[in-house]
């Protein structure tokens, strides 16, 4: 079956920056896109960009833009996803979930990797 | 703010029906299918209807989904304690050429 596997928990200091891994398994890694989307603790689930692991094209949210990159190692179904310049608004639970290619909705979701970001 | 906006709360006594509104515009759910989730904070969330209506392996069709102009609607029927959770709606935004979600709905089931 699907599964995303992701890296755990991380605290971090203003300023630096943080890389989530996701591990791809039980489907071809490269024929779907893998998305990342946040939620911040009261608040509603944010969508930050996607990757197609094939080609490595990104499209990442403007709120984003010039702070996150997401990459891959498809040789080992890897995606990451990372976020640098961070400060305390950045803390949240960061997701991974696929997303089948040309399609909006996401069918199968990673368990979470709770980012603190505090001094 | 959100792109989509929902109801922040609802609730329904076990066995009852409810629906859940999710409004956006035609740069949204206007022109693009709409997705619904489920999420328990500590879990993953986890898809429920994708293509406005259909429903991937698994899902009761207690669930249901809907749209009409820019605003889509999750129905959900004889509703079980265990469905208490958050509900997210989710859709393509072709003017900000990004995923949107709506804010979410806390359903509680009495």
């Known amino acids: 079956q699907v599964q995303l596997v992701q890296s755990g928990a991380e605290v971090k200091k203003p300023g630096a920056s943080v890389k989530v891994s996701c591990k791809a398994s039980?489907?071809?890694?490269?024929?779907?896109?893998v998305n990342w989307v946040r939620q911040a603790t009261g608040q509603g689930l944010e969508w930050m960009g996607w990757?197609?692991?094939?080609?490595?094209?990104?499209g990442y949210a403007q709120k984003f833009q010039g702070r996150v990159t997401m990459t891959r190692n498809t040789s080992i179904s890897l995606a990451y996803m990372e976020l640098s310049s961070l400060r305390s608004e950045d803390t949240a639970v960061y997701f991974c979930?696929?997303?089948?290619?040309?399609?909006?909705?996401?069918?199968?979701w990673g368990q979470g990797t709770l980012v603190t970001v505090s001094s | 703010q959100s792109v989509l906006t929902q109801p922040p709360s609802m609730s329904a006594a076990p066995g009852q029906n409810v629906t859940i509104s999710c409004s956006g515009s035609s740069s949204n759910v206007g022109n693009n299918y709409v997705s619904w989730y489920q999420y328990l904070p500590g879990t993953a969330p986890k898809l429920l209807i994708y293509d406005t209506s259909k429903r991937p392996s698994g899902i009761p069709d207690r669930f249901t989904g809907s749209t009409s102009g820019t605003s889509a609607t999750l129905g959900i029927t004889g509703l079980q304690t265990g469905d208490e959770a958050d509900y997210y709606c989710g859709t393509w935004d072709n003017s900000l050429s990004a995923g949107v979600f709506g804010g979410g709905t806390k359903l509680t089931v009495l």
């Open positions: 990757m197609n692991p094939n080609t490595g094209d990104t």
């Open positions: 979930a696929r997303g089948p290619r040309g399609q909006s909705y996401l069918d199968s």
């Open positions: 039980g489907y071809t890694f490269s024929s779907s896109d």
